[in-house]
């Protein structure tokens, strides 16, 4: 199955959907009608794991790290599909990354993998905006804009095995599987969890396959993950 939330005029509703349309208690929005997509959750934060691709770390000549390095995203950095991601005044190398996405559906804290595959409503995409030539994670990762979120959640995938592809302007820049991560989305979950109180709607993004690059004003980024569909949003 898969969820959205539609930003109508009365406000966000969030329901089942399918071929355009957004249904929650017998009723039906069409997005592009009835309003826009929006980000597919509300989350607190988006946690999100760095250098999980042996491939982006022989890329940047990183060591492959003893545990998960992680980083957090705030809820202003996220937007939804098809929105317009804003380049940053401040940054003059702007990178994307194509990431899966976990979304949490019940508060909890302290997982096993095993229980924190019960405790994820589902999947979808995020584009890990980075500010490439800024200062520290925080300045680089955490601004206005730098999380663009969606379309929907997928409740029906299993993550371990995903293939996936990264385009800008239609030409592809990434394409790999989910089993090549070097720690799997629900020892990831796990892990953070025992730092961090999830609360509904929280997202886990589990790092970006090799050859993410920049983009410029214009350019078009398309995130495919199979089994949950493509996130799309051009740059301005």
């Not at 969030?14 to 959750?41: F, Q, S, T």
């Not at 937007?79 to 019940?106: N, Q, R």
């Not at 800008?168 to 109180?197: D, H, K």
């Amino acid at each position: 199955m898969r969820l959205a939330r539609i930003d109508t005029g009365d406000g966000v509703v969030a329901g089942a959907y399918e071929d355009g349309v957004v249904e929650r208690d017998g009723e039906r929005y069409v997005v592009g009608e009835d309003g826009d997509l929006a980000p597919p959750c509300d989350p607190s934060a988006v946690y999100c794991i760095g250098r999980n691709y042996a491939e982006t770390l022989d890329q940047k000549g990183y060591e492959r790290p003893e545990q998960p390095t992680f980083f957090i995203k705030p809820p202003a950095s996220v937007i939804p599909h098809e929105a317009p991601i804003p380049y940053p005044t401040f940054s003059e190398e702007v990178t994307y990354a194509g990431e899966l996405v976990a979304v949490i559906d019940e508060r909890c804290h302290d997982l096993t993998p095993a229980a924190a595959e019960d405790m994820v409503r589902g999947f979808t995409i995020m584009n890990d905006v980075d500010a490439l030539d800024q200062p520290g994670l925080t300045s680089r990762k955490a601004f206005d804009g730098s999380g663009p979120l969606g379309p929907w959640i997928e409740t029906d995938v299993d993550p371990r095995s995903l293939d996936m592809y990264t385009e800008i302007n239609g030409e592809r820049r990434q394409a790999a599987n989910t089993e090549l991560m070097l720690w799997g989305p629900y020892e990831l979950v796990s892990f953070l969890s025992e730092r961090f109180t999830f609360r509904p709607g929280d997202a886990i993004a589990f790092g970006s396959p090799g050859n993410p690059g920049t983009i410029e004003p214009g350019d078009e980024v398309e995130i495919w993950y199979e089994g949950i569909g493509t996130l799309r949003n051009t740059v301005e």
